[in-house]
């Protein structure tokens, strides 16, 4: 019995993850410490989760609307993903780069590169797509594409494009709001859906707000009797 104790010690002390009994003040204090790591914690830091609601709908044609939505959302969210590691490694190259001239030249083969990348793929997608694109580039860089366009290129190319775009029912100036809009909740709920099954990779959004909270408003916004009387 002694032997398999002892085994039993040594193989806890081996293994990357261990806990280790303190006296601190009297009191039992219980700490952790990963492998690799020879700082002792008294807790352990988990990713947030969500606990996600049976989709529920009104009617068959809001029913028919969400899953439409879900099509285009993962369907152009790498895209959006994209876009925003290209503008952090761009950003991050530049502040390396000091000379104005070497700056200039170095944005320009970029922009070339990105245009190349994505033209090709872009001009497949449909009016909605572009839109909710453009939603989720703001989402990933806390910039509208008109902005973006207006850093890299001038002025005037962006209103070029941003006239382009109207002409197609598409505005590069759209801001991403789920707080305030709800097909923009739409987008976000589908979005962390995604996530947890592991269909998209989790790109953080820079912008500030809370999934949870978000869900609570909609959900009591949904079942108001204002709402329901409408």
Same mark, same amino acid.
């Given at each position: 019995?002694?032997?398999?104790?002892?085994?039993?010690v040594?193989?806890?002390?081996?293994?990357?993850?261990?806990?280790?009994?303190?006296?601190?003040d009297?009191?039992?204090?219980?700490y952790?410490?990963?492998?690799?790591?020879s700082i002792?914690?008294?807790?352990?830091?988990?990713?947030?989760?969500?606990?996600f609601?049976?989709?529920?709908f009104a009617?068959k044609k809001?029913?028919?609307r969400?899953?439409i939505?879900?099509?285009?959302?993962?369907?152009?969210?790498?895209?959006?993903k994209l #876009? +925003?590691?290209? *503008?952090?490694?761009?950003?991050?190259? /530049? !502040?390396k780069?000091?000379?104005?001239?070497?700056r %200039?030249?170095y944005?320009?083969?970029?922009?070339?590169?990105?245009?190349?990348?994505?033209?090709a793929?872009?001009?497949?997608?449909?009016r909605?797509?572009?839109q909710?694109?453009?939603?989720?580039?703001?989402r990933?860089?806390g910039?509208?594409?008109?902005?973006l366009v207006?850093?890299l290129?001038?002025?005037?190319?962006?209103f070029?494009?941003?006239?382009?775009a109207?002409?197609?029912?598409?505005?590069i100036?759209?801001?991403?709001?789920?707080?305030?809009?709800?097909?923009?909740?739409?987008?976000?709920?589908i979005?962390?859906r995604?996530? #947890? +099954?592991?269909? *998209?990779?989790?790109q953080k959004?820079? /912008? !500030?707000?809370?999934?949870?909270?978000?869900?609570? %408003?909609?959900?009591?916004?949904s079942?108001?009797?204002?709402?329901?009387?409408q």
């Open positions: 019995m002694s032997r398999f104790f002892l085994v039993c040594l193989s806890v002390f081996a293994s990357p993850l261990f806990s280790q009994e303190i006296e601190k009297t009191v039992a204090d219980y952790v410490r990963f492998e690799g790591d002792l914690r008294s807790s352990i830091e988990l990713d947030e989760i969500y606990i609601g049976k989709l529920e009617s809001e029913r028919l969400y899953y939505l879900r099509r285009k959302t993962l369907k152009v969210y790498p895209y959006a #876009a +925003a590691e290209r *503008l952090v490694e761009l950003n991050d190259s /530049l !502040d780069i000091k000379k104005k001239r070497h %200039k030249r944005t320009k083969k970029v922009q070339k590169f990105i245009e190349e990348e994505f033209s793929e872009l001009k497949k997608l449909t909605t797509e572009g909710i694109l453009v939603k989720l580039i703001y990933q860089t910039k509208t594409a008109f902005a207006k850093e290129r001038s002025g005037w190319r962006a070029w494009y941003n006239t382009t109207k002409a197609f029912k598409i505005s100036k759209e801001e991403f709001h789920p707080e305030r809009l709800h097909e923009d909740y739409l987008i976000e709920d979005l962390q995604a996530f #947890a +099954a592991s269909q *998209l990779e989790r959004s820079v /912008l !500030d707000y809370d999934y949870a909270l978000l869900t609570n %408003k909609w959900k009591n916004e079942t108001s009797p204002s709402k329901k009387s």
